[in-house]
């Protein structure tokens, strides 16, 4: 029998093939080899041939380009495999050398040629059929190089910016393609020259008639439909102002919430219809914006960065209809919102304060961060700085924007994002997401630089309301109400943290922070008892007290006082203002000596500690207090506070009077300084003393003067002190050994003395020297602030 010949056959059609796919590529090799081949050929021919004017060589290699299209048939070679990236090169090369050869602003043949020809025009309808394949990025380097380099304006001409503004629409169309860093260096040689000259702007607001037609839900507009009506553009190329909304109130401005997440508002742009209407009215496109936008998603790192970059020069443009546009024709307010939202939830549901807290100072541009390099890693730490670093990026953005831009964006954030996202963080029950939230809330209140994205910030704290407040409506804003409810929180924790935002927030540049949380509830100083001057009380007046004030060396409380625990006239300070005759002070403040020796006095001598430790005197304080005091003035220079505080015969003090809920819970743990953690009372003073530092007659009156005539019911600071010395002075009678154990847990504190036993009373310990300090810290800012006063 013959044997089967069918492996035989199969192994001859193999050969058979790679033979045929060898003679294939073989082919394709001498193409391209011959195509190369050609180029440089082509390219020592020009160099060997004469010098033709400009513009003939101009035209010579726009109709090599034209020729290639007209007698190529393969037009799946790669344009690399061509010569037309040699010919728009060559062509770049023309332009600019026309341009250096003439005066400035003069256009020459060949620019006339470009414009005249619309060549520009081509290359897009080339490059965006990117035939032969690869022509699109060629056509966005021309592009982008014609912009760069030529430096007579060119974007007014409506052959430049209308196939600019095409060209455009092509960029970030699909993310992660071949053409994304053409795309984004494209974008931003656009968004450079309209920083350089703002009019331009005008030129890329697209105005296009939109129907909105309801045909018993929501429909959307076609993009075919969108793209068959043409830009409005005259042409000049002056674009037409977007007019209002025909029809009713309301259809123009949607509310922001009503948007969908980013991936949806970036992904679908069209316009969904109004319920049971029809509304034809005229929209603008700011695709310039749009593309930045689809691009601030991209997988590539470097690429998000510039789109960001590209959006925050377009942000500071001054044209009104720019940033009218910018803000309710594009997705960019649901792109810092939504972004924000999702870095957010991205948190771990707990992260520890301390880590928050030092976690390094994040630049948005810089967002790059090892875990393997990081010594200090914490879990979530990249999650944190990626949610801190876009915060940075809103927080500059709205900072760099043009006023209505910045304030519609930053409303944005407060009503998406602190509202939609913070808050029910902060309303929470659980302990640990109070404390995570909180400090979040506080590291963002530290970073804001902006002053319109902090005014938004202040009032989803604390609300805009200005009226004095009353103990039935201390609710009334919940938020605030919370907050200042965990000052005094049964967790430590919480406490601190609360009351350490509370701080950062104080030393914010904005009024209405010290206004709406102290200052409202002191503008009628109904705190005070009003005594008009008897003749018999005028001795007394001149001597430097209010009438009817009580000497504090003639209360009960302060019987125990010798002559020498005070500071004399000469002793309490060189640097002591001239005497009181040469500064007579009518507005009700006494000398600044009593008052200095009345917060020094006020801890009795056997509850001191301080005068057995060098460095630790209360003018260590003066310093600290004369800085800081140097810089709330700085502050507070624009808010025209009075000099003096308001006449009483002008205030309404038969208004009862409520110190405020603020106000109300620090004087309530501040009663409470010998029962509380060291760290707490640390806290509270430290709040206290920011507040006494402000330079507002009615909150030193209120604050830092011992002689105010308190109204009945009222309390003060001071008042609240000497109840605290009352109490003291009773449990000390209690306490064994009491000056030596206070002694060592001052040492110990200061790290003068090793940790040892566990000491009886701690608690209460700490809190006495607490006490002292912040007196001695209370006196140097009433010294401070009267020095200040008295200096013209």
């Known amino acids: 029998m013959e044997r089967p010949r069918q492996p035989q056959q199969g192994r001859r059609r193999r050969i058979e093939e790679l ?26 021919v020009e160099a060997l041939a004469p010098s033709l004017p400009l513009q003939e060589d101009f035209v010579y290699h726009w109709k090599a380009i034209t020729h290639y299209y007209i007698e190529t048939s393969d037009d799946k070679a790669p344009v690399t495999d061509t010569n037309i990236p040699s010919h728009l090169e060559q062509m770049l090369v023309i332009l600019v050398q026309e341009e250096n050869e003439r005066e400035f602003g003069e256009t020459g ?12 025009e081509t290359l897009y309808t080339l490059g965006k059929a990117d035939c032969p394949p690869g022509m699109k990025q060629q056509v966005l380097v021309f592009y982008t190089k014609l912009l760069g380099k030529i430096r007579q304006p060119l974007l007014p001409h409506i052959n430049v910016h209308r196939p600019v503004q095409k060209l455009i629409r092509l960029c970030g169309e699909v993310l992660a393609t071949p053409t994304e860093n053409e795309e984004i260096q494209f974008l931003c040689i656009v968004c450079a020259k309209l920083k350089q000259d ?78 049971e209407a029809t509304v034809v009215r005229p929209n603008q496109d700011y695709n310039l914006v749009n593309s930045l936008l689809n691009l601030t998603r991209s997988p590539d790192g470097r690429i998000a960065v510039k789109a960001c970059e590209g959006l925050m020069l377009l942000v500071s443009l001054p044209e009104p209809a720019a940033a009218k546009c910018l803000t309710q024709s594009t997705c960019l307010c649901e792109l810092l919102t939504d972004r924000l939202a999702s870095l957010y939830k991205a948190l771990p549901q707990s992260v520890d304060p301390l880590d928050i807290e030092t976690v390094e100072a994040v630049n948005w541009g810089l967002d790059s961060y090892s875990h393997k390099e990081d010594a200090s890693a914490f879990p979530g730490k990249r999650a944190l700085i990626s949610f801190l670093s876009w915060f940075d990026y809103c927080d500059q953005l709205i900072k760099e924007a043009q006023k209505t831009a910045a304030v519609a964006l930053a409303k944005a954030v407060h009503e998406r994002f602190f509202i939609g996202v913070m808050e029910p963080q902060l309303m929470q029950t659980s302990e640990m997401g109070i404390l995570t939230s909180t400090a979040l809330l506080h590291r963002i209140v530290r970073q804001v630089t902006s002053d319109i994205l902090l005014q938004e910030m202040v009032f989803f704290i604390l609300g805009e309301q200005r009226e004095p407040e009353t103990l039935a409506e201390i609710s009334r804003h919940p938020l605030r109400h919370r907050l200042i409810e965990h000052c005094d929180h049964i967790s430590d924790e919480i406490s ?58 003639e209360d009960p409380l302060f019987t125990d006082i010798s002559p020498d625990n005070t500071l004399s006239n000469q002793e309490w300070l060189s640097s002591s203002p001239p005497a009181t005759p040469d500064h007579p002070k009518t507005d009700g403040k006494t000398e600044v000596h009593k008052i200095v020796n009345s917060f020094l006095c006020l801890v009795p001598d056997e509850a001191k500690s301080s005068y057995h430790v060098e460095g630790t005197g209360y003018d260590t304080y003066l310093r600290d207090a004369h800085r800081q005091f140097r810089d709330y003035c700085a502050i507070c220079l624009r808010w025209e506070w009075p000099g003096s505080p308001k006449a009483l015969e002008r205030c309404n003090l038969e208004a009862a009077f409520f110190e405020g809920h603020f106000l109300k819970v620090l004087f309530d743990r501040m009663g409470r300084i010998l029962d509380q953690p060291y760290d707490v009372n640390l806290q509270v003073t430290s709040v206290l003393s920011r507040l006494s530092l402000f330079p507002h007659p009615h909150i030193h009156e209120y604050l830092l003067d011992p002689y105010v005539n308190l109204a009945s019911g009222c309390r003060s600071l001071f008042s609240v002190i000497v109840r605290v010395v009352g109490d003291l002075m009773v449990r000390i009678q209690r306490i064994q050994d009491f ?3 206070l002694l060592l847990v001052r040492k110990r504190l200061l790290g003068l003395e090793p940790e040892g036993p566990v000491i ?7 809190g006495v020297i607490v006490l002292e300090e912040f007196c001695k810290e209370l006196a140097a800012i009433a010294f401070v602030k009267y020095h200040a006063a008295s200096t013209p």
């Open 19 to 44: 033979s045929r796919s060898s003679r294939e590529k073989l082919l394709q090799s001498r193409d391209k080899m011959f195509s190369k081949f050609t180029s440089i050929l082509q390219h020592a």
């Open 739 to 741: 000056t030596p154990k």
């Open 760 to 766: 009886d009373h701690i608690t209460l310990l700490e």
């Open 109 to 120: 043949p060949c620019m006339e040629y470009l414009l005249h020809h619309k060549i520009l």
């Open 198 to 275: 703002p009019y331009l702007v005008n030129f890329f607001l697209e105005n296009k008639f939109k129907s909105l037609v309801s045909q018993g839900g929501p429909n959307a507009i076609s993009e075919d439909v969108l793209k068959s009506q043409d830009s409005l553009s005259t042409d000049t190329g002056q674009s037409c102002q977007a007019e209002e909304p025909l029809g009713a109130s309301g259809t123009e401005d949607q509310p922001s919430h009503q948007m969908g997440d980013l991936s949806t508002s970036l992904e679908n742009l069209s316009v969904t219809a109004l319920p």
């Open 496 to 553: 601190i943290m609360t009351l350490r935002m509370f701080e950062h927030l104080l030393q914010k540049p904005n009024e209405h922070i010290l206004y709406n949380l102290v200052l409202r509830n002191l503008e009628e100083r109904n705190y005070t008892e009003y005594k008009p001057v008897c003749p018999e009380d005028k001795d007394v007046v001149e001597n430097g007290l209010i009438a009817g004030a009580v000497d504090l060396e």
